[in-house]
Each structure stands twice: as structure tokens, then as C-alpha cells.
């Protein structure tokens, strides 16, 4: 469906850049984990289009933001507290 509503534009929406591309490019940065790698290739507008939202200097900015930072991977009694604080009672 989005390729062939990106045939013949640039853009999600209108003739500008604007939030509908940003959340948009969002979920298809992770459609090689779906369709695995070279998903995009059956859908040349959406390859196209991701390619040049992907190749702005706020995305690469964007994707640096976690670099040198350690987060916590493992799945234990804090992490599960914080994500599911309803099943903890308050006084534990």
C-alpha cells in the first residue's frame, strides 16, 4: 500500500518533509527484521523513499544518540517492577 502511494511523490503527505514521514520511516527502518534484509527491494518507491529519509543528517544524528551508552539488558526483579509495577505489591 505505501508504495503505491509513493509513486510519483517524495513525501508521505503534501510537497514537504513533515511528521507523517518521521513516524513513517520509524517503523520501516525495521522491515528487515520482518522481511528480512533486502525487504525493501519488492517495493521500489518505499526503498526509494526510505532511502532518502535515511540519508538525512538528523537521521544519523538521531541514530548516534545511544552510541557509548550501556543499557540494561538483562530482564530481572527491577526491570520488571519498573515495566509492571501493578503486579508488585506497593509495600515490597
Known amino acids: 500500500m505505501l508504495d503505491t502511494h509513493l509513486e510519483g511523490r517524495e513525501y ?3 510537497d514537504s518533509y513533515s511528521i507523517a514521514d518521521i513516524s513513517t520511516w520509524g517503523w ?3 522491515a528487515t527484521v520482518v522481511l528480512s ?3 525493501l527491494d519488492n ?3 518505499l526503498k526509494r523513499w ?3 529519509i535515511n540519508a538525512r543528517p538528523a537521521v544519523q544524528k538521531a541514530r548516534d ?3 557509548g551508552i550501556d543499557f540494561k539488558t538483562e ?3 527491577v526491570a ?3 515495566l509492571y509495577p501493578q503486579n508488585f505489591d506497593k509495600n515490597s
Open 75 to 77: 530482564f530481572d526483579d
Open 28 to 30: 520501516i527502518d525495521k
Open 12 to 14: 508521505m503527505v503534501g
Open 43 to 45: 517495493y521500489p518507491n
Open 37 to 39: 534484509e533486502g525487504g
Open 50 to 52: 526510505f532511502d532518502s
Open 65 to 67: 544518540i545511544p552510541k
Open 80 to 82: 520488571a517492577r519498573a
